[in-house]
């Protein structure tokens, strides 16, 4: 069984600011892990992904993600945050298969 | 131009009614799910199809069925809803998965309330 934890449910940061939005999963098998934004009222929309390789992966509008296996955990970063960022962050996680079970949603307030 | 779309909208059905959400998509994709999110937990995988004329269950089953006619079209039933199935449902679709696996593709989304 694979499980995905995102532990903030909110988080509030001022416009220019870095922000880190955490991602904790368990599996024990080779993973794909991605993230994804949802804007107010809108379905979700692909950042990025991870399965092999560079462990830093880039995504659009500046957001990266680091996977780390020693600590199960796939964080996501933006290094100066725009008030367009705000919105709710969603991990998932697939054990390469078909399915991706997505995290609780962490939401994202940037004061401008 | 979006890829996925979704119909109804928003609606409002009586308890013990039927209901049926459809989705579309232009995307020439294999795989097509439906999940259903409520506040504080994320999104939960209800139905799942990989190919025409086949559906498989997903997580949460219970309650819903659904159909696939084409490749293109995949619809959530709700043969006798419910209160508990009030929920903004969301249609994705993605290609067939592989070692880079899957991307979704998701549609804007649609607000059922059960009254």
């Known amino acids: 069984t694979q499980t995905v934890s995102q532990s903030d449910a909110h988080v509030t940061v001022f416009e220019g600011d870095s922000v880190e939005l955490r991602c904790n999963y368990s599996y024990g098998g080779s993973i794909y892990l991605s993230w994804y934004i949802q804007h107010h009222g809108h379905g979700l929309q692909f950042l990025l992904k991870?399965?092999?390789?560079?462990?830093v992966v880039q995504g659009v509008n500046g957001f990266e993600a680091e996977f780390s296996k020693s600590d199960s955990s796939f964080h996501l970063r933006k290094a100066s945050v725009h008030w367009s960022d705000s919105a709710v962050y969603f991990c998932a996680v697939s054990n390469m298969g078909y399915k991706l079970t997505f995290g609780t949603g962490t939401s994202l307030l940037v004061d401008p | 131009e979006a890829a996925v779309t979704q119909s109804p909208r928003s609606k409002v059905a009586v308890t013990g009614g039927k209901v049926t959400l459809s989705c579309h998509q232009t995307?020439?994709?294999?795989?097509m799910y439906w999940y259903r999110q409520d506040t504080g937990h994320g999104l939960r995988l209800i139905h799942y199809s990989y190919v025409a004329d086949s559906t498989e269950k997903g997580d949460i089953p219970d309650g819903y069925k659904a159909s696939r006619p084409s490749q293109e079209n995949f619809s959530l039933i709700l043969e006798l809803a419910s209160l508990s199935q009030t929920a903004v449902y969301f249609c994705a679709s993605s290609d067939r998965g592989g070692n880079s696996g899957n991307t979704l593709y998701f549609g804007e989304g649609s607000r059922l309330i059960v009254v």
């Open positions: 991870y399965y092999s390789g560079n462990p």
């Open positions: 995307n020439n994709h294999d795989y």
